[in-house]
């Protein structure tokens, strides 16, 4: 498995034993356990981790702005967003990628693309301690933050692309991990890529 945080072009060292077309895209809110999951996928098929977060931070980094500049920044400049979500379609469109972002489904859905298209998420109380423990503040606090992003990020999808986050029609598996541990819920994604792409 590879992660790459500038999603524009597709490696050339690609293992040729994955399939080229092998699509899966992997949402969900705060705290459901995304990134996790997707590393297990993508190490378990050996695609190409593509994940938002490091596109984020590779876009703050090329404005020599700190993650919370960058965040404010962002706030104020939804062309941001939509570079972001440029970037991650572009190399969703080469396949061989396990692509993990908020949109990552919606992505793959507009653009057409034929993928396995998942979205994880569980109690918001157990996503909030696990956003609490990672970010060493309250469950209370986590719980309000978690709820507050929420909030912003499904007005702002809602303003940029007509996209409701709440919609979960175009996922193929909805999963929840509070039910089910990471090395399960890779399970079940591997299983579904395999039926799909004789992964």
């Known amino acids: 498995m590879t992660s790459s945080a500038d999603p524009s072009s597709k490696p050339s060292s690609a293992d040729p034993s994955v399939n080229p077309d092998l699509l899966i895209t992997v949402s969900g809110p ?16 050996g695609l190409e981790l593509v994940p938002g977060g490091e596109v984020f931070r590779a876009m703050a980094a090329e404005r020599n702005m700190s993650l919370p500049e960058f965040g404010l920044y962002v706030a104020d400049n939804p062309d941001v967003d939509v570079e972001l979500d440029g970037r991650l379609a572009r190399r969703a469109r080469d396949g061989g990628a396990v692509v993990e972002s908020r949109l990552a489904g919606w992505i793959a859905h ?10 994880i998420d569980c109690d918001p109380r157990i996503r909030a301690q696990r956003v609490g423990a990672r970010e060493g503040v309250s469950v209370e606090r986590a719980l309000a933050d978690n709820e507050e992003r929420q ?10 692309y007509g996209v409701d986050l709440s919609d979960l029609s ?7 991990s509070g039910e089910l541990r990471p090395p ?13 792409f004789g992964a």
């Open 184 to 196: 399960q819920l890779a399970d079940r994604i591997v299983a579904a890529a395999e039926m799909r």
């Open 30 to 45: 705060p705290g459901s356990g995304t990134t996790t999951v997707a590393q297990r996928v993508a190490g378990r098929l």
């Open 151 to 160: 909030r912003v990020e499904r007005g702002r999808y809602l303003a940029l």
């Open 110 to 119: 507009n653009e057409g693309l034929a993928a396995v298209v998942v979205w």
């Open 170 to 176: 175009i996922y193929e598996l909805v999963l929840d």
